[in-house]
């Protein structure tokens, strides 16, 4: 009875937890009061709940504290996209080995539990092989595109379909070796299941195995008949749904196309091949350019972040402001790697909030600005995304620069974008490109502003 | 039977709900806090390592333990340390 009231409270403590983490002045305090239910939780299951190997289990959370804390702490806020993903990983793979671990705990099951083992171990292997990709494509330890495997897609299927029928199989006949094999299934097709989807769409991924993990946690609170598991884990998996199609509506992209797009098309490209020019630009053309406009909106990109040039873009919109150039922030709904990412990087650096604008408000006046400043952005910005059907990013809104009265583009090399699409921006007439890493062209700008 | 599918429903519901009307700016944060609440699964393992009898059950448990724990401190560290960047 007092089990479930504290699992109650520790319930009501999630929801109250992603209410408050969905408004800006009351996301904090959600935070904390998820991470309070979840202590609530803990407690309760540890007084309660075991019999014995007490020692065992107190280690195993100091090791997990150990790991996850530095882990959490140390990471760089260009690199949270990832660490969220692996984070989600290993919950995927907790819910997976709960299931299995009571499977063979309880010799004599029935059908519908044995169902919601099998949904569990395979929800589960999914979502952790997934996120461990996804990780590895955002860390760039792997290509960040779209991979296709020869026969990619039937292999997929292949996985889909004996996943499937060994679920059938081991709610038919009870047996270890087939929930083993389930589960090793359900890694394969994870990692079939993401390899496909690249560049921009990785994060959309992560947060779909987000709301999976969520699910496998919901099912295994069949499992273990725990309503709490039941209640968070399905919160996650509605929530996590609802805020992946979010996430694909902000970039004007369907799910389906997301994860399945890169199967069709991507032949598209490969055209025009030839040497085509661009024009370049001194620090002190640019600096001259900046100077003397009225209007200037920065466009900054997860290349900004990455040269760590947050805080040298704010010192030069400071001076710029000094001269009387009205400046401000283009932020796109996907700028860095993760919608939102880029309002917590530029928070960071102290950027105040209202010189942060959204497309809605940049683009209809565009064409009175007189210089785009494009920093380590790329695919944002790509006309491609709005002219050119073929294109990979095709739907996805943009800033559109190419229509201001001219356009600064900052970048380290010719490489393409994120999405590995070329940019019909850099070959516009209108366009100046400053080479070199974004940090050191924005304190030579800065410079030579001051020398105005 | 019924009772746990009745709140399977609700709850259902409830996260539709909460999660309706955010701006893109949280959606981070958002996804991340919601990364650390599924990471209860740690009750789950608790249990099942407590009951434990056999040595496989035990590796097993001991092994989502441990993962599970890294999920919630890490989850909910990870979601402060944005969160920490909004305040005024």
């Known amino acids: 009875m007092t089990v479930q009231l504290m699992y109650l409270v520790a319930a009501l403590c999630f929801i109250l937890a992603l209410k408050g983490l969905s408004s800006p002045k009351y996301a904090r305090y959600g935070n904390f009061i998820g991470a309070f239910g979840m202590l609530v939780a803990v407690v309760t299951a540890y007084v309660h709940g075991v019999v014995h190997n007490g020692l065992l289990i107190l280690v195993a959370i100091a090791l997990g504290v150990v790991v996850g804390i530095p882990a959490a702490r140390a990471v760089k806020m260009t690199a949270i996209p990832q660490m969220v993903a692996l984070f989600n990983g290993v919950g995927g793979a907790a819910a997976a080995l709960v299931a299995l671990a009571e499977f063979f705990a309880v010799p004599d099951s029935t059908v519908l539990f044995r169902l919601a083992t099998v949904l569990t171990v395979l929800i589960g292997s999914v979502s952790f092989s997934g996120s461990v990709v996804t990780f590895l494509k955002l860390q760039e330890l792997m290509t960040t595109r779209p991979v296709l495997l020869p026969a990619g897609q039937q292999l997929a299927i292949a996985a889909g379909v004996s996943s499937v029928a060994l679920c059938a199989l081991t709610m038919a006949v009870p047996n270890g070796f087939l929930l083993w094999l389930l589960a090793v299934v359900g890694l394969a097709l994870g990692v079939l299941f993401v390899l496909p989807v690249g560049g921009a769409d990785v994060p959309i991924a992560i947060s779909l195995l987000n709301a999976f993990t969520g699910l496998a946690v919901a099912a295994s609170g069949y499992v273990l008949a725990n309503t709490l598991l039941i209640v968070a884990g399905t919160l996650v998996g509605a929530s996590g749904t609802i805020l992946t199609r979010l996430m694909a509506q902000a970039m004007g992209r369907s799910l389906t196309n997301i994860l399945f797009g890169a199967f069709k098309a991507t032949s598209a490209t490969a055209q025009q091949e030839e040497q085509r020019t661009v024009k370049s630009g001194t620090v002190e053309d640019v600096a001259i350019l900046l100077g003397y406009a009225n209007n200037v909106v920065v466009v900054p990109g997860y290349g900004l972040a990455v040269a760590q040039a947050q805080h040298a873009v704010r010192e030069l919109v400071a001076q710029l402001e000094r001269r009387g150039v009205a400046v401000s922030y283009g932020i796109h709904p996907v700028a860095g790697r993760m919608p939102g990412h880029m309002n917590v990087l530029l928070a960071e650096a102290d950027v105040p909030y209202e010189q942060l604008k959204e497309l809605d408000d940049v683009n209809p006046g565009i064409t009175s600005v007189d210089v785009a400043v494009v920093v380590g952005a790329n695919d944002v910005v790509n006309p491609g995304a709005r002219d050119e059907p073929s294109s990979p990013i095709y739907g996805m809104p943009i800033f559109d620069v190419d229509r201001a009265k001219s356009v600064v583009f900052m970048k380290r090399s010719m490489r393409p974008g994120f999405a590995g699409v070329d940019n019909e921006l850099l070959y516009n007439p209108k366009t100046t490109l400053l080479f070199g890493d974004a940090k050191e062209s924005l304190t030579k700008l800065l410079a030579a502003v001051k020398q105005l | ?88």
């Open chain 2, 1 to 88: 039977m019924i009772d746990l599918l009745t709140i399977f429903v609700l709850a259902v519901f409830v996260g539709f709900e909460v999660v309706s009307k955010v701006s893109t700016i949280l959606h981070t944060p958002l996804m991340s806090g919601a990364n650390a609440i599924h990471g209860v699964i740690l009750v789950g393992a608790i249990l099942i390592t407590g009951s434990a009898q056999t040595t496989l059950e035990l590796v097993l448990g001991l092994l989502a333990v441990f993962l599970a724990t890294v999920n919630v401190v890490g989850g909910f560290v990870v979601t402060d340390r944005m969160l920490e960047m909004f305040k005024k």
